[in-house]
T-cell receptor, first 114, second 110 residues
Framework: DTAVSQTPKYLVTQMGNDKSIKCEQN?????MYWYKQDSKKFLKIMFS???????INETVPNRFSPKSPDKAHLNLHINSLELGDSAVYFC?????????????FGPGTRLTVL | RKEVEQDPGPFNVPEGATVAFNCTYS??????FFWYRQDCRKEPKLLMS???SGNEDGRFTAQLNRASQYISLLIRDSKLSDSATYLC???????????FGDGTTLTVKP
């Protein structure tokens, strides 16, 4: 009964490749987010979506493209991967408007770019 | 100046100690405040919300001071299992804006 799930859990790939990370929440929440946590453990918001509409895009390179087919899913596609993209990517969801309530996080996807 | 600032620590305390963390925020229009806990190689999880009147949950007490724009977390009678990184979260006046502090690392030692 995982509330927020992400796949894959680990992703190791070469520079220049394109990869996707999937996220699903079964909490019935309206808002979903993507965060990046780098090697220094700083957690930074990348995107937030409310009912499939983009709310926040925090100066993320356009190689990163989120897609929300419905409000329970928010996938992240990354083109032309770079070494600096190596990080843990967390998906999260919350009830109501973006940035208002408690956020529930997925287990994270550890991306390593070689 | 960062929107949300925390003392990174690390805080190394013995079991049974009382420890307090502070977090300051820059946007006076911020609306809601939380403390999250993140264990090593795990996702952040809500520890507690922070209310203006202050709130307590067992050994944990959270306070909000809007005038000085800071929130605090007090942990009494520290347990080994309290060892983690504690993240301060501030939700701003603008929809969608939720800012995490960089975290304070706590290690409780026997």
């Amino acid at each position: 009964d995982t509330a927020v799930s992400q796949t894959p859990k680990y992703l190791v790939t070469q520079m220049g490749n394109d990869k996707s990370i999937k996220c699903e929440q079964n909490l019935g929440h309206d808002t979903m987010y993507w965060y990046k946590q780098d090697s220094k453990k700083f957690l930074k918001i990348m995107f937030s979506y409310n009912n499939k509409e983009l709310i926040i895009n925090e100066t993320v390179p356009n190689r990163f493209s989120p897609k929300s087919p419905d409000k329970a899913h928010l996938n992240l596609h990354i083109n032309s991967l770079e070494l600096g993209d190596s990080a843990v990517y967390f998906c999260a969801s919350s009830e109501g408007l973006a940035g208002r309530g408690t956020q529930y996080f997925g287990p994270g996807t550890r991306l390593t770019v070689l | 100046r960062k929107e949300v600032e925390q003392d990174p620590g690390p805080f190394n305390v013995p079991e049974g100690a009382t420890v307090a963390f502070n977090c300051t925020y820059s946007n006076s229009a911020s609306q809601s405040f939380f403390w999250y806990r993140q264990d090593c190689r795990k996702e952040p999880k809500l520890l507690m919300s922070v209310y203006s009147s202050g709130n307590e949950d067992g050994r944990f007490t959270a306070q909000l001071n809007r005038a000085s724009q800071y929130i605090s977390l007090l942990i009494r009678d520290s347990k080994l299992s309290d060892s983690a990184t504690y993240l301060c979260v501030v939700n701003g006046a603008n929809a969608g804006k939720s800012t995490f502090g960089d975290g304070t690392t706590l290690t409780v030692k026997p």
